[in-house]
């Protein structure tokens, strides 16, 4: 949140679209077998012999997917790829190659572009995927980043969000709502700062929530476990916009209803406190936060017992006939029609 004064600050103008280019990506190493010709020509060449790919693309921009006040570019770098990363994975993919593409206003030096690509590089290399392309280009006001990934998939591998069948198991991993608390925090010491910037706030209880919201990561590891378990989901999508925006999508698309019961919802005890703390209720969080970059998926009774033991997974409820509508059933066992609310861009 604070500016060092002292920062070297480089005009993007001294080096020109090109040297701009080279500067950032000279570090780039191509890992995958895949990738024939990577940056540096018009196109990059990709081989996949004979598997299906998957491509997929998001855009984020200043002022309405991020606020550079306290989100540092590094992170934000390393958040843009996990975002596509997941979606890679919620196809039951792996990544292989991504490009990025930003457009940057004179107000950046290359120092934040640096940083930016740091992030980038960061995720690149821990996720294994190879870096092959992108554009630059400048923008009036603020910082726009566009990055598409590209992944493969083993023959019948794919999991749509549509083939969700009734008497399926509705599962998820990790935990949720923690991304939401940590722009709570977030949002409030910024406000804090604003009227004195020289409050130095205690962020240590808040570590996780932070972490969650800053540094997310895309569950890479979920797709191998269940390949190792042997339980291939019916239907799978990941949860960036909230549980219950992601539970419709994939119950209208796979014309199913389903019972969601409140108590089983995995929180964390930090989300539980921080909840508290904030006066809000922790399911609403868990329902409407997004950003966990969790797997949301279903599967046959028959591969419960292949998931059961495993910490990493959560039987949330199970899917019902479309007539039966979709629901959360609470603690005190009321029927409450689930609705979406996810992320309001459009209306702020
Ligand atoms: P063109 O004029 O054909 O669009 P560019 O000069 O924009 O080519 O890009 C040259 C090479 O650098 C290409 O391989 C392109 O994919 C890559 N590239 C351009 N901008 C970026 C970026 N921001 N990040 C990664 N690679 C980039
Ligand atoms: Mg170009």
């Known amino acids: 949140m604070i500016e060092d004064k002292n920062q070297q600050r480089t005009q993007l103008s001294d080096l020109g679209e090109f040297g701009l280019i080279d500067h950032l990506t000279k570090n780039f190493k191509i890992k995958q077998a895949s990738t024939v010709k990577g940056i540096g020509d018009d196109a990059a060449v990709l081989n996949f012999k004979n598997k299906k790919i998957v491509v997929t693309t998001d855009l984020l921009v200043e002022g ?47 120092e934040a572009l640096e940083a930016l690509y740091a992030g980038i590089e960061t995720a690149a290399t821990i996720y294994n995927v190879d870096v092959v392309g992108g554009d630059t280009t400048s923008s009036n006001k603020g910082l726009l980043i566009s990055i598409t990934a590209i992944g493969t998939l083993e023959p019948n591998d794919e999991v749509y969000r549509n083939s969700a ?79 219950s925006s992601e539970i419709i999508h994939l119950c209208t698309q796979s014309q199913v209803g389903c019972d969601l019961y409140e108590e089983k919802i995995p929180l964390d005890p930090a989300v539980i406190s921080s909840c508290e703390e904030f006066n809000i209720d922790s399911t ?62 459009f209306n702020d």
């Open 64 to 110: 309405v997917h991020f606020d550079l006040t306290y989100v540092p570019l590094k992170h934000l770098g390393y958040k843009a790829v996990i975002v596509n990363l997941s979606d890679v994975f919620a196809m039951n993919a792996t990544a292989t190659q991504i490009t990025v593409s930003i457009a940057v206003s004179n107000r950046f030096p290359l």
């Open 165 to 243: 069948k009734p008497n399926d198991l509705l599962v998820v991993t990790g935990d949720l709502g923690a991304a939401y608390m940590g722009l709570q925090i977030l949002e409030r010491e910024k406000e804090v700062y604003k009227v004195n910037p020289n409050n130095q706030p205690d962020l240590e209880p808040y570590t996780y929530l932070i972490e969650r919201q800053l540094k997310p990561e895309a569950r890479q590891d979920i797709i191998k476990l269940l390949k190792d378990l042997k339980v291939k989901p019916s239907s799978m999508i990941d949860i960036s916009d909230g549980l």
């Open 284 to 345: 609403t969080v868990a329902l409407n936060g997004g950003e966990d970059y969790e797997l949301l998926f279903t599967i046959s009774q028959d591969d419960y017992p292949k998931i059961k033991a495993n910490p990493n997974f959560t039987v949330i409820g199970y899917i019902k006939e479309k007539e039966a509508g979709l629901h959360l059933v609470t603690r005190a066992d009321n029927r409450i029609p689930i609705t979406a609310q996810g992320w309001k861009n």
